[in-house]
């Protein structure tokens, strides 16, 4: 079992950026994709982007592709939402999650499912201000 913990989130203007943090412990971290995922106030948890364990390959949810990079770095467990240009539509409690062992399986067909993902973190709020 994963377990995570999410920083970076705060108070920032509409176009501007953060990073957020998820530092994850546990010995299965590299052979795990990881995903990001949000909820604003009144709204379900929504996807935002996933990445493969090697961190090779990423995938992002529509309204926040071109915005927003998922990276990690598997020597310190550590993976980033790396957030540009953001929108007061954006505000929401980010949460990170550790989706499923990598595979040959190359498709992402799986990343937007919740139950997919074994482990969540608290979530960090962010909140963007016009």
């Known amino acids: 079992q994963v377990q995570l913990v999410e920083s970076g989130g705060g108070l920032v203007q509409a176009g501007g950026s953060l990073r957020l943090s998820c530092a994850a412990s546990?010995?299965?971290?590299?052979?795990?994709?990881m995903g990001w995922f949000r909820q604003a106030p009144g709204k379900e948890r929504e996807f935002v982007a996933a990445i493969s364990a090697s961190g090779g390959r990423t995938y992002y949810g529509d309204s926040v592709k071109g915005r927003f990079t998922i990276s990690r770095v598997n020597a310190i467990m550590t993976v980033y939402l790396q957030m540009n240009s953001l929108k007061p539509e954006d505000t929401a409690v980010y949460y990170c999650a550790s989706g499923p062992q990598e595979t040959a399986d190359s498709r992402w067909f799986w990343a937007r499912t919740e139950m997919m993902y074994s482990s969540w973190g608290q979530g960090t709020q962010v909140t963007v201000s016009s």
């Open positions: 546990g010995r299965t971290f590299s052979i795990n994709a």
